[in-house]
Each structure stands twice: as structure tokens, then as C-alpha cells.
């Protein structure tokens, strides 16, 4: 079965890094929006960053966009992100999100979480001031 499973999440002070790791298995990683969302306690789950697994522009959420990097790499069927200069409202659950066989990737599917059939457990990332 599908299975997404997320890594790399942790305390960081504003200003720090993390990067944060998503291992796909259970399909062929090859023609799917793998995307990244956070969801703070009493916050809708947010759409931080797309990539198409078949190659192509990433797109990412306002907030992040500058500060965050969305990889893949598919011979190890694993999505990253990379996140610096952290702020304290970076802090969240943040979950791998996988659409398989999609026809594209792009910001209308950072909106619609549904979209996305597939998610981990998520990862914690808290970001102190």
C-alpha cells in the first residue's frame, strides 16, 4: 500500500534551518503532484509547496515562498524541503501530501488538500523567537 513518512522535523530558533524528509513507497514515483502542508493548532491545513514528480516548476505558498525549497529526488522516491530563515508562524505539523497520476501540480492544488489522496503522519516543526 501506499505509504508516505515523513522525517526531519524538530525545535529550531528563528532565523535556523531545517529540512524536512517525505519516503514514498508502495507505487512507482513517476507522474504524481507530491506536495508539503503545515496546519498549526486551531489553523486550516495550508498548502506550503508543490513539485510534479515528473519534472517541472515547484510552486509554493506566499508565506514561504523566498524561504522554502521543495526537491525530489526519484531514485529514492523522496521529496524534501528545505526550509531557512525560519519564523515563529513557520511553526506546525507538517505533512507529505501525494496525488497519484496527476495530470499537474500547480498553486490551485496548494488550496484544495483534498485534492491530495495520500498524506503521512506529519512532522512537528516548532520555531521559538
Known amino acids: 500500500q501506499v505509504q508516505l513518512v515523513e522525517s526531519g522535523g524538530g525545535s529550531v530558533q528563528a532565523g535556523g534551518s531545517l529540512t524536512l524528509s517525505c519516503a514514498a513507497s508502495?507505487?512507482?514515483?513517476?507522474?504524481?503532484?507530491m506536495g508539503w502542508f503545515r496546519q498549526a493548532p486551531g489553523k486550516e491545513r495550508e498548502g506550503v509547496a508543490a513539485i510534479y514528480s515528473g519534472g517541472g516548476t515547484p510552486y509554493y505558498a506566499d508565506s514561504v515562498n523566498g524561504r522554502f525549497t521543495i526537491s525530489q529526488d526519484n531514485a529514492k522516491n523522496t521529496l524534501y524541503l528545505q526550509m531557512n530563515s525560519l519564523k515563529p508562524e513557520d511553526t506546525a505539523m507538517y505533512y507529505c501530501a501525494a496525488r497519484l497520476l496527476s495530470r499537474g501540480c500547480g498553486t490551485h492544488y496548494l488550496n484544495y488538500p483534498a485534492l491530495f489522496g495520500y498524506w503521512g503522519q506529519g512532522t512537528q516543526v516548532t520555531v521559538s523567537s
Open positions: 508502495g507505487y512507482t514515483y513517476s507522474s504524481d503532484c
